[in-house]
C-alpha cells in the first residue's frame, strides 16, 4: 500500500480530513504530519558506507519522510523566519529525495507571496489590479492619492487579515476592532512594522469576488464570496458567505492559467469581476467590455476545500488524490 502524508497544523481542519478520508479511499495509507516537530539528521559517514540511500534522515515522530511516497501539503504553519524556512527546507530536500510534494514548496512560496505572484501573473500577461510595492512614506502618498481608492495588503496576508482600505484620504480596516487612525500615522506604522508596502487599486465590484479551485489545470468548480453587510472584505473567515457560481469561459481561462502561472497543482484563483454602468443605479457585470473585464486578485496555495464543498457538494480533495494517484 503505498503511503502519502498529509503536512498540516490542525487535524481536525475540514480539509485535513477530507485529504486522508480521500486518500484511504483510493487505497493509500495516510499520515497525517504536523512539520513543526520534524527533525533532521545529517551524517556523512551514511555517504561513505553507501548504507543509507540518502546521508539525512527527515522525521517526524517514528515516521521516515523519505520512506512517503507523496506528500501533500495542506498547512507547513506558521511562525518565525528561520522556523518556516527550515520547514520548506525540509519539504525542497524531500522533492530532491525523489518524493513528490503538491504543492511544491516553490509553488507555495510563490502564492503566499503576494507581491512576486502579482509579478508572476501580469508576466505571464494576466489581468491584475494595478499594483505598486514601495518602502518609503512619499512613494506610498503618491500611489494612495494616484488611485483615490487603494488597499494596502500585508505580503504574506491570509483569511483577509490586516488590510487597510484607504478611499478619500479616510482608513479602514478588514478587522473592526482595529481603531482607527490617521493616513499618515497608519503608512508609518505599517512600513516600520513591514519594510515595504504592497498596494492595489481598490477595484469596484457587486460586493464580492470569485473562488475558483483549480486541481492538475482545471477548474472543478467555484463560489461567490459575498461580503457580510457593511464590509468590504469578501473572506469567509471575515464574515463573508459562500453562494454558488457558475464560471464563464474568460473566468474558467483565467482560473487555470493563474495556477500554471504561480506553478500550483491545485490552488484557490481568486478573481474580481468589477463593475459596469452607473455605480449610482443599476449595477451589472458585463465580461465583454474593458472596464468590467475579470482581474486575478491572488493565488492561494494552501485552500480549504469547505466553501465549495458546502455550496455545490465538490470535493477538491478526490480530485487532488486522484491527480496524485495518477502520476504516481
Known amino acids: 500500500m503505498k503511503k502519502i502524508g498529509i503536512v498540516i497544523t490542525d487535524p481536525e481542519d475540514w480539509t ?33 558506507s553507501k548504507a543509507e540511500k540518502s546521508a539525512t534522515v ?26 518556516v524556512s527550515f520547514r520548506f527546507d525540509i519539504l525542497r530536500e524531500l522533492e530532491d529525495e525523489g518524493v513528490p510534494v503538491v504543492n511544491s514548496p516553490e509553488a507555495i512560496r510563490n502564492a503566499a507571496n503576494k507581491y512576486h505572484a502579482s509579478y508572476l501573473l501580469a508576466k505571464a500577461g494576466l489581468p491584475v489590479p494595478e499594483t505598486v510595492a514601495v ?13 483615490g481608492d487603494a488597499v494596502i495588503k500585508p505580503v504574506f496576508g491570509y483569511k483577509g487579515k490586516d488590510i487597510a482600505r484607504v478611499k478619500n484620504g479616510e482608513v479602514q480596516f478588514s478587522d473592526k476592532k482595529v481603531e482607527p487612525s490617521s493616513l499618515e500615522t497608519t503608512l508609518n506604522k505599517l512600513l516600520q512594522e513591514r519594510g ?74 481568486d478573481i474580481i469581476e468589477g463593475l459596469t454602468g452607473d455605480l449610482n443605479n443599476e449595477i451589472e457585470f458585463n465580461s465583454s467590455q474593458t472596464e468590467g473585464r475579470p482581474k486575478i486578485l491572488e493565488v492561494n ?28
Open 58 to 83: 527527515f522525521k517526524v515522530g517514528d515516521i521516515k519522510l523519505s520512506d512517503l511516497d507523496a506528500i501533500i501539503v495542506r498547512d507547513a504553519g506558521a511562525g518565525t523566519f528561520e522556523g
Open 135 to 147: 518602502q518609503d512614506f512619499e512613494a506610498a502618498l503618491k500611489a494612495i492619492s494616484r488611485f
Open 196 to 269: 515595504m508596502l504592497y498596494i492595489q487599486e481598490f477595484i469596484e465590484n457587486p460586493g464580492r469576488d470569485i473562488r475558483a479551485f483549480v486541481v492538475g489545470g482545471k477548474a472543478i468548480g467555484a463560489i461567490y464570496r459575498k461580503a457580510a453587510s457593511g464590509s468590504w472584505v469578501n473572506n469567509l473567515s471575515q464574515g463573508g458567505n459562500a453562494d454558488r457560481c457558475v464560471l464563464t469561459k474568460e473566468q474558467k481561462e483565467l482560473a487555470e492559467k493563474a495556477a500554471l502561472a504561480v506553478s500550483t497543482t491545485f490552488a484557490g484563483v
Open 16 to 48: 485535513t480530513r477530507a485529504l486522508t478520508d480521500a486518500a484511504r479511499k483510493k487505497g493509500f495509507s495516510p499520515f497525517v504530519l504536523d512539520l513543526r516537530a520534524a527533525e533532521v539528521s545529517i551524517n556523512s559517514a551514511a555517504e561513505e
Open 301 to 328: 496555495g494552501t485552500p480549504s476545500g469547505k466553501g465549495i464543498f458546502d455550496a455545490w457538494g465538490i470535493n477538491p480533495a478526490d480530485y487532488i488524490i486522484e491527480h496524485i494517484q495518477n502520476t504516481l
